[in-house]
């Protein structure tokens, strides 16, 4: 599987954000993509993830299924959690399991591998940050998905937390899984890094 | 016995749970006197047994009132005193305040039909209660709007005092708007002085029923102190596994206790 | 299937539970129709000759402000993302999430039109004609009023501009709703052909409404 953006190109209210951008990511491969505030690091996610479109070149999945699109074979973890304060700790992971659809995994051994299947029956509003991103990582793993597209993954996390992440996505790649990631920070894995130019 | 041994909400359950069993006993010796006392009155010669709903809904029509009045103290004491039950207090009281309403709503609609031919009639005493009911529904509904007591409390203590002062004016206007409109057709309920036959079958219902207001109050403070300790609790469990899980991860033991020892 | 279903359970729990909205809108078209007799005075006769325009008029207000969060709420979350992302037609989750909110919002309405009709004066007839229509009628104005929702998200405000938007949308359904609900009170004409038209309009308005929202979120996304 081999995932690969070529000659893109991405405006923003009149704004050019980054032009001529190609770049390419094999099955099992991760890639951090570094820059300083306002280098389009989240606009590029955003065009992978198909919430975007590029005003410019293309961007395809080889080897993946034939009849979804990059964002249908894809994974997400913006900057916002997705998490409804009402709804408890599983219903809210099960709600997405059940609508996000494909090849399912038992919500409560999710919640186990992010450490949180203490707090299965607690409402969301009572998590803290780096719990509520916990939460929104089982989703990865609720879920299963070639690709990953994470946007400052570990911003919340505290220091088990990033370790215990770097598990998971240790074992994405080695299910033969892509990873592309917006990061400041260094991510615990080994990783291609693109650079993206500041705001010209 | 004073207000401030009432503060701590432990001593507050233990006390009521001792007081409860003989309030609700006393209501239902009352309410059982006063419902026979009633069936036992006499017609009147005008309204005929139709009078007899009056024995339900002159109580429930106080009552309406009093428990505004009583969350409006309340009020006052999460405002000014800062009294920790005081919020528990009104919040407890209001949906019983709407119970009262709404009855004193139904059955006075009940009491209009054979005399208005039909069931509403936009008179201004029912008019005033029905927009009191509305009242203490929006009050619900702040606090259901709200997932965090502390934070609702205040903003319902505000709206539930603004109230008390507006329900005066808003009497008068409905008065007003009333009489603009129908000068006097309507037959005044219970306008006629009460014969004694009447008088103590009501006041034996209406101590009754301030009976029943405050035990039922009592029971629904309680569950509202054990609603918000059932919520404390939660959140106390949802920050006990932010560091159980430090411990939990596991793959890296040594990693794990070296960042425990370091906080 | 199981994906549609798993979020109009999710829209409905949310609507219920502690901070949902779903009973304020019956609380707001009960607040409406009360007002309504201090602007044109207590006379039984005129307010049961003007009973059917004030429920329509009140269902039409409860059911359109409190559409006002029906996709912001979820962009402001991140979860509209993931919707638009997933392998679910983005129209349909759109009229699944349309769908659960006449069920949390619009159906109390109807449940309430009773207890109105009795404030009004309304007789057995005529408050089941109102009942009626509205049942057929509120699936129209969430659909259409789901397209101002929608663009809310696009320009990031809701509240009165959605109103002045959506609100010259449901003047048909107005119009045939209130003259369905006269036909069936006081005549000439015939329940059946206002009451038809009606039900065509929350048809075309069950196509129209996801389409012209999902196209106007995908838009919308930045």
């Known amino acids: 599987m081999r995932l690969s953006g070529r000659n893109l190109r991405c405006v923003r209210g009149g704004r050019e954000v980054f032009s001529a951008l190609d770049f390419s990511v094999s099955s099992g491969e991760a890639l951090t993509v570094l820059g300083p505030n306002g280098s389009g690091k989240t606009s590029l996610l955003r065009l992978i993830a198909g919430l975007l479109v590029p005003a410019d070149g293309a961007i395809a999945l080889n080897g993946g299924e034939a009849e979804l699109s990059v964002s249908e074979q894809a994974h997400y973890l913006g900057h916002r959690d997705a998490l409804k304060p009402a709804l408890s700790v599983l219903e809210n992971l099960s709600f997405w399991r059940d609508f996000l659809g494909g090849e399912m995994q038992d919500a409560r051994q999710c919640l186990a591998a992010v450490a949180l299947d203490h707090a299965t029956d607690l409402p969301a509003a009572y998590l803290s940050a780096g719990q509520r991103r916990r939460l929104s990582i089982a989703r990865l793993l609720a879920v299963r998905r070639p690709v990953w597209l994470l946007d400052e993954p570990t911003s919340a996390l505290d220091a088990a937390g990033q370790e215990l992440f770097v598990g998971l996505m240790r074992q994405h790649l080695g299910r033969g899984g892509i990873i592309i990631a917006a990061t400041h920070l260094p991510l615990g894995i080994e990783a291609g890094e693109l650079r993206m130019r500041g705001p010209a | 016995m004073t207000l401030i041994d009432l503060a701590n909400p432990t001593r507050f359950l233990a006390l009521t749970a001792r007081i409860l069993p003989w309030l609700a006993g006393a209501t239902a010796i009352l309410l059982a006197i006063g419902l026979y006392q009633s069936a036992m009155a006499p017609d009147d010669y005008q309204q005929g047994a139709t009078v007899k709903i009056m024995f339900i809904h002159v109580p429930n029509a106080w009552l309406s009132m009093f428990v505004w009045g009583v969350m409006s103290v309340a009020a006052l004491g999460t405002l000014v005193w800062r009294h920790p039950l005081a919020d528990v207090a009104a919040k407890a009281a209001a949906p019983i305040g709407a119970a009262f309403t709404f009855l004193a709503l139904v059955t006075g609609s009940l009491w209009g039909r054979p005399m208005w031919g039909t069931y509403w009639e936009w008179d201004a005493r029912l008019t005033s209660v029905l927009i009191l009911f509305l009242m203490y529904l929006g009050l619900m509904a702040l606090w259901r709007a709200v997932e965090d007591p502390s934070r609702a409390a205040r903003a319902a203590a505000i709206l539930t005092l603004v109230g008390a002062i507006n329900i005066p004016i808003i009497k008068f206007s409905v008065d007003w708007w009333n009489t603009l409109h129908q000068p006097a057709s309507v037959i005044r309920m219970g306008g006629s002085t009460l014969d004694k036959a009447f008088l103590w079958p009501l006041l034996v219902m209406a101590v009754a029923f301030s009976l029943l207001f405050v035990t039922l109050h009592l029971a629904a403070m309680r569950n509202e102190i054990l609603r918000r300790r059932v919520r404390s609790l939660q959140m106390m469990q949802a920050s006990r596994i932010a560091f159980s899980s430090e411990v939990g991860t596991g793959s890296r033991e040594e990693k794990a206790s070296k960042t425990i020892g370091a906080a | ?222």
């Not at chain 3, 349909?92 to 109390?108: D, E, Q, T, Y």
């Open chain 3, 1 to 222: 299937m199981s994906a549609l279903a798993a979020l109009i359970r999710r829209d409905i729990r949310i609507a219920l539970r502690v901070g949902g909205g779903a009973l304020i809108g019956v609380l707001f078209f009960l607040t409406v129709t009360v007002l309504m007799p201090f602007a044109v005075g207590p006379d039984l006769a005129l307010l049961s000759r003007l009973g059917p325009a004030i429920l329509w008029l009140g269902a039409l207000l409860a059911s359109l402000l409190t559409l006002d969060r029906l996709f912001t709420a979820d962009h402001d979350d991140g979860s509209l993302d993931l919707v638009v992302m997933s392998r679910t037609p983005l129209e349909l989750a759109c009229a699944a999430k349309a769908l659960a909110h006449w069920l949390a919002a619009g159906l109390p309405l109807i449940i309430a039109t009773p207890a109105l009709g009795l404030l009004l004066n309304l007789d057995g007839t005529a408050t089941l004609a109102v009942a009626l229509t509205l049942l057929a009628g509120t699936p129209a104005l969430t659909f259409t009023g789901m397209i101002g929702a929608a663009l809310a998200v696009t320009l990031h405000r809701g509240g009165l501009l959605l109103a002045v938007l959506v609100l010259p949308l449901s003047i048909p359904v107005l119009i045939f709703g209130v003259a369905a609900s006269q036909a069936a009170i006081s005549g000439p004409l015939s329940f059946g052909t206002p009451f038809s038209i009606l039900c065509a309009l929350s048809l075309v308005s069950f196509v129209l409404g996801p389409f012209a929202a999902a196209a106007s979120l995908r838009h919308g996304l930045d």
